[in-house]
């Protein structure tokens, strides 16, 4: 993985300010949650900065050490990786901004979900106009919030790279079991999503859960009921890869790739594959999904659900 950015493009994806929709369903007092989103996006300041003068310990201080992306690449990276390719140098952007439309606080970790508008200055997609969906996931760690887990899939473009496996923590007998039971909670997901059991995704799903969606928009818990209900989330097939497990605090996050063939809707019958992120909480003693992203590679989600991004492809003015 290689990233360069100009200055400008780095300050702009990290400087842009704009209040995004707050969750219905949020754990944290809405002025609370307003001082946490303003400090998230003061430190994102300081991390464009960083990224532009190649500030490694600024950088090390903001990205947890625990800290996994599911890329644009479609691969896994670490922090340390990360940190590696933006001291080497690579990608240049001519234009590069962050657009966030959803903030919310959940028992302690807070979750943004946006959208990136960047045009590459070199590469076989050079001066074309470029969308990633993103969704970054934060925990305090002393006075900061921490960035913990990302990703950050294109639009409507495949730029898969083959590349090195992500080599995961040393596992422990404690984060075997957690693996065990997120596995299970995931097969009770699948299994509640086809037998349309309402109760079983109450006990599986946070009330504040906030869905980063194949449809390039964000939905609430009740948003993804809703779909059921119109008989929007019925597969032929689906098949999951995890291509990584990981646990920092009272998180655990799993990422990969979903090959699926819809049963109905726009799409259906077609194969199809998604890059995606689960982020399972700890609430007593279960474990709870608070946040997800699944977005088609290759594929304009939204524009298959009749909200394409006007802008998408398009040469700069």
């Known amino acids: 993985m290689t990233i360069r950015f100009t200055v400008a493009a780095a300050l702009a994806l990290y400087m842009t300010v704009v209040h995004v929709i707050p969750a219905r369903a949020q754990t944290a007092a809405p002025a609370d949650t307003a001082a946490i989103e303003a400090q998230i996006i003061a430190e994102r300041v300081a991390i464009g900065k960083a990224i532009a003068s190649r500030d490694a310990a600024v950088l090390s201080r903001y990205w947890s050490p625990d800290l996994v992306v599911n890329g644009p690449d479609n691969r896994i990276v670490t922090r340390s990786q990360i940190i590696a390719a933006t001291l080497r140098g690579g990608l240049n952007y001519t234009s590069l901004k962050g657009v966030p439309e959803f903030f919310t606080v959940t028992s302690g970790t807070a979750v943004l979900m946006s959208h990136d508008n960047l045009i590459p200055a070199d590469g076989p997609m050079a001066g074309k106009h470029l969308v990633r969906r993103t969704t970054d996931i934060f925990q305090r760690s002393g006075g900061d919030w921490v960035l913990v887990a990302r990703q950050a899939t294109f639009v409507g473009f495949d730029a898969t790279v083959p590349g090195a496996v992500f080599t995961p923590p040393p596992a422990t007998p404690e984060t075997d079991a957690i693996r065990a039971q997120i596995a299970a909670n995931g097969a009770a997901v699948g299994h509640a999503i086809h037998a349309m059991d309402f109760a079983a995704l109450d006990r599986l799903w946070s009330p504040a859960l906030v869905v980063n969606s194949p449809g390039n928009n964000i939905l609430t818990r009740e948003q993804v009921f809703a779909a059921m209900r119109e008989d929007k989330l019925t597969y ?3 098949k999951l890869f995890p291509d990584a497990f990981f646990v920092t605090g009272d998180l655990a996050v799993q990422m990969g790739h979903e ?23 700890k609430t007593g003693d279960t474990w709870l999904m608070i946040a997800r992203q699944a977005t088609y590679v290759g594929i304009d989600g939204g524009a298959a659900y009749g909200h394409p991004d006007p802008t998408l492809n398009q040469s700069p003015t």
């Open 259 to 281: 090959e699926i063939v819809m049963a109905n809707g726009p799409m259906a019958g077609q194969p199809l594959k998604r890059r995606y992120t689960d982020v399972w909480q």
């Open 236 to 238: 032929s097939s689906s």
